[in-house]
């Protein structure tokens, strides 16, 4: 994907998100952090200027809460709280917003982190891209590509705001 490809994809995904919640009055998008976080603002931006109404967003940092920590390659580091989710979230529906979806293990620790904070009415999930080979039962609800791929592969995202260009590239995992 390029970046005309990536900004149709959010646009598309925006308007579902209005469409399935019958608006965007009680969303909150929570971005995974890293690349997640700066789509979730994306797609909060476009939402305000569809609904004419701001839309809140908090980046989550779910390290704390993954179950892979020992796993080699891992990046250690305790995150801490989560202080942008509201102590409330009853009436909220959260929307996460992740680059891909891949394994599920990501979502899991989101709901997770989510979940320690508060309960919210309902919580959706927004990805870019949507890769398959899932270890977990988790699907989502708004997907802006589906790129089939061998696990040989991986599937890097790079947005504007960190990595100076938009764009989705595939490439084999040399072993």
């Known amino acids: ?57 908090v980046d989550l940092d779910v390290r704390a809460y993954r179950d892979d920590r020992d796993a080699p390659g891992y990046r250690a580091g305790f995150p801490g709280p989560n202080p942008g989710l509201p102590a409330d979230l009853a009436g909220t529906t959260v929307v996460l917003v992740d680059d891909v979806l ?19 009415s309902a919580v959706q999930l927004a990805v870019l891209v949507d890769r398959g080979h899932r270890e977990l039962p988790i699907r989502a609800d708004f997907v802006g590509k589906n790129l089939p791929t061998s696990t040989e592969e991986v599937v890097a995202v790079r947005v504007q705001e960190a990595d100076g260009g938009d764009r989705v590239t595939i490439r084999k995992v040399l072993r």
């Open 1 to 57: 994907m390029d970046a005309d490809a990536m900004r149709r994809a959010l646009a598309r995904i925006c308007y579902e998100i209005i469409e399935r919640n019958h608006g965007a009055r009680y969303l909150l998008l929570a971005g995974v952090r890293t690349r997640g976080a700066h789509l979730a603002r994306r797609i909060a931006d476009r939402l305000a200027e569809i609904e004419d109404s701001p839309v809140p967003v």
């Open 102 to 120: 891949y394994t599920g293990r990501t979502t899991r620790a989101a709901i997770d982190a989510i979940l320690a904070v508060g309960r919210p």
